[in-house]
């Protein structure tokens, strides 16, 4: 190495000795260390210049680190590449290997890495995998191991032991050929093939979720499995790593005893302590952060205890955050705290720091390098064979088999961090760290490009058979899901209901799904209520108002069957667990509470992005006919209802025209079909218009007889008459059903789109809906079942 004591972070260094690319230096370190500069020119004078002081030169790297990084993620990313990629390849760049003789690079590199400073660089990054794999544990639901099945168990013992098995076989079969040509490399391959045979939960989880398939039915099916594979696999290397250890030849049984005690203490101690916080938090209130500071701290101590055990740093903080509640409020409050500094900003860090040990400049020969490459390839073919026969066992489609098999193949920042960890220890050589650190992102990468080509969870709702209001025969049952996200939606929806006029000869049976954001935890969770035996405390006070709700609601009324679930998803996945229900339930209708809530004098009370973003994706792909509800004042039950139907034409209008006419069959409902009419035919076709005087023929004269029923003809030729008749009658009415018509223009509602605050809402609900027109009618749009169509949303 050819540099002076000025060149790092010493006051001296002596060279004593190189062996195996491994060089030795007794190193001078001045105490206090320099941690803060005096500036460039006061440390000319003191010593302590930007360039000799350990803080300076950190905040440094790490601003070149996510610098290179985004560079790199601008131009990966239009070739479907994560962000993890961007990392490695920031970190082989910044890494001996990448060099550019007329630049001369490796003098800057040695400037913004100096002799020591990697030490700190590693060390301080080193905890935000730390904090990654406490928080991952936290998320984990680890009740599911015990809730799993046999097949589960079995699928996942399988897909791990065949790989290892296969791997280990071979390198017994040719073991003396393979020392022979590898020499001193032969161990890398046990290696390879022992980290290559595992499945990490934490990298399937980012995938999933990268992937927004998490909470599809494979999703689940390959989390549980990544789970349970996770857990044996984890037991297996550390119960092996205390074994392990020796002392004068023997097992050290103290050790093992104390790894013992370790492992079972953690739960049995910090458990009932985690129980007493959250007692001790009042209910909807934040936990204090103090309970949080102190969990943080045992996180850091819970490390170095396990080092000390020689174990992995991370055991510890996994245990530990195993012990804690997932969910809210006290698993929520920690992931909160800790994603941001710990896995946005020093997880990254941390997978670039370990790719700059990667050096391709070493003595590679292609005799280590395919050997290496091809015992990865077995291992990863044995490993996909063995979970694509499991799956087919199984009876599930090829297809999906096969991406069950490409998923729990994906490699990602585990693998990284167990390499830098055998590569410091020297049980890896500099060669055999490079080819499998390259494997990694390679690996996640075309796991991620394949996955994506096979599995699409919305192709199950492609040419699915009609599923409206419109397609039912008369007296037939109606089939509804209604989704709810906060306590206030209940009444509008039972109000709604009571519209759908169930009676014994004509019930309707409602799948009410209460969604619920997912923080704290990694797995989503479905729970139907009423076939589900007890389930845990937290869950069940998250949907008792809404459970108590609709079962009164439903022993109240004749001719109603309500099912309640719980939903915990992201909000970004929400919608495929609606549709999911919806298809399974052979919903006709599924039932969309408004995203924004208005006060008695008309103010705006809540304004939740999250349900528009839900209600928009749901009008997208649903697989039925799809009503958003804008609930405003309830009604009481037994008075006259006034409702309006606004009928200009078209499949939305239609759909809302047939649950208007069956409200009408309620005598306590007064329904008026107002039928905008133009001069100008020209905005539909021919045989719109002779569906459009089907459907009005009912209620021009089957309906003509009933006192409750009117129906009225209304001139208009543009969108401003359209507006000012819809402000004349928006008091007349306490409920109006209109269709949402996302796909015909018409002269009656020219412009009026232009002006569209809600486009979800269609031209005639957004106006009724407006809070300009001073209306407190509950308004239910509708729009029919939607196929083969994608609709483009403009903000």
């Known amino acids: 190495m050819n540099m002076n004591a000025n060149e790092t972070l010493f006051e001296a260094f002596t060279f ?77 760049i910044l890494g001996p290997s990448f060099e550019i003789e007329p630049l001369n690079l490796n003098r800057y590199r040695e400037m913004l890495f100096p002799f020591g400073s990697q030490g700190v660089l590693a ?31 079995s699928i996942a013992l399988i897909g791990l032991v065949a790989p290892v098995m296969a791997g280990l076989s071979c390198l017994s079969l040719f073991s003396e050929p393979l020392k022979n ?56 290397v550390s119960l092996g790593s205390a074994m392990e250890q020796r002392i004068d030849g023997k097992l050290d049984f103290l050790g093992l005893t104390l790894f013992f005690a370790f492992v079972i203490l953690i ?41 000390m055990l020689h174990q992995q740093f991370v055991l510890g903080p996994f245990i530990f955050g195993l012990s804690v509640p997932e969910g809210p409020p006290l698993g929520s409050a920690l992931v909160k705290k800790l994603q941001l500094f710990g896995m946005w900003f020093l997880l990254p860090i941390f997978v670039t720091t370990c790719a700059i040990k990667v050096d391709f400049s070493l003595d590679y020969t292609l005799t280590v390098v395919l050997t290496i490459v091809a015992f990865i390839i077995l291992t990863h073919f044995v490993k996909a064979l063995a979970y694509l026969l499991l799956s087919l066992c199984c009876k599930m489609p090829l297809r999906d088999g096969l991406t069950i098999a490409l998923i729990m193949n994906c490699k990602g920042v585990v693998e990284i961090f167990l390499y830098h960890n055998v590569y410091d220890e020297k049980v890896l050589s500099g060669q055999a760290y490079g080819v499998l650190m390259a494997s990694v992102p390679i690996l996640a990468s075309i796991t991620q490009m394949s996955v994506k080509y096979l599995y699409d969870p919305a192709r199950k709702y492609t040419g699915y058979q009609k599923r409206n209001i419109m397609s039912l025969r008369s007296g037939s049952e109606l089939r509804m899901v209604a989704c709810i996200h906060k306590a206030s ?169 047939c649950l208007a006419k069956r409200a009408a069959r309620d005598p306590r409902v007064n329904l008026v079909v107002y039928h905008l009419v133009g001069d100008d035919d020209s905005g539909t076709s021919n045989l719109e218009n002779i569906l459009d005087r089907s459907v009005l023929k009912d209620v021009k004269q089957d309906y003509s007889g009933l006192s409750n029923v009117t129906y009225r003809e209304i001139s208009s030729n543009d969108g401003t008459q359209t507006s000012s008749f819809i402000r004349e009658i928006v008091n007349g009415h306490d409920f109006f059903i209109v269709g949402r018509r996302h796909e015909i223009n018409t002269p009656q509602t020219f412009g009026l789109a232009q002006w569209s605050e809600f486009p979800e809402l269609g031209s005639i609900g957004d106006l009724l809906a407006s809070s300009d027109y001073g209306g407190r009618a509950s308004v239910f749009v509708v729009q029919q079942q939607v196929s083969n169509t994608k609709i483009t949303w403009k903000f």
């Open 181 to 236: 040509a590898l020499g001193p490399h032969f161990g890398d391959l046990k290696v390879a093939v022992l980290s290559h045979s595992i499945t990490s939960f934490p990298v399937v989880a980012c995938l999933l979720n990268d992937l927004k398939i998490i909470n599809s039915e494979l999703g689940r099916l390959a989390l549980t499995t990544a789970l349970v594979s996770d857990i044996i696999g984890l037991t297996v």
């Open 489 to 657: 939606h209940i009444s509008p929806i039972t109000d709604f209901l009571d519209l759908c006029c169930p009676t014994e000869d004509s019930p309707i049976t409602v799948d009410a799904l209460h969604l619920i954001e997912l923080v704290g935890r990694s797995l989503p969770v479905f729970v139907p209520h009423r076939l589900q035996k007890p389930v845990s405390g937290s869950l069940k006070s998250y949907s008792d108002k809404v459970i108590l709700a609709f079962d009164l609601y439903e022993r109240e009324t004749v001719g109603a069957s309500i099912n309640t679930y719980t939903v915990i998803s992201s909000h970004n996945l929400m919608h495929e667990d609606v549709c999911i229900l919806a298809l399974d339930k052979l919903a006709s209708m599924i039932i969309l509470p408004f995203h924004r809530r208005w006060s008695v004098d008309g103010m705006i009370e809540s304004d939740d992005k999250n349900i528009r973003s839900t209600n928009l994706k749901l009008l997208e792909r649903a697989p039925c006919s799809v009503g958003i509800l804008v609930g405003r004042a309830p009604h009481p039950k037994d008075s006259l209802l006034r409702v309006a139907m606004v009928f200009l034409g078209g499949d939305d209008d239609r759909e809302a025209l």
């Open 123 to 153: 060390g301080v990054t080193s905890m935000g995998y730390a904090f990654f794999t406490f928080i991952t544990s936290v998320q984990m639901d680890f009740s599911m191991i015990t809730r799993t099945g046999n097949r589960v168990w």
């Open 267 to 307: 739960p049995l101690v910090s458990r009932p302590v985690m129980f007493w916080i959250i007692k001790r938090t009042p209910q909807g209130r934040p936990v204090k952060d103090h309970y949080i500071f102190a969990i943080i701290g045992m996180v850091l101590a819970l490390g170095w205890i396990s080092l």
């Open 16 to 92: 004593l000795n190189a062996s195996n690319h491994d060089e030795t230096y007794q190193v001078c370190i001045k105490t206090p260390p320099n941690i803060v500069s005096d500036g460039l020119w006061g440390g000319q004078q003191s010593g302590r210049t930007p360039m000799r002081s350990a803080l300076p030169i950190f905040e440094l790297q790490i601003i070149v680190i996510f610098a290179i990084t985004h560079i790199c993620h601008f131009f990966f990313n239009r070739l479907g590449l994560t962000l993890f990629f961007s990392q490695i390849m920031a970190g082989l």
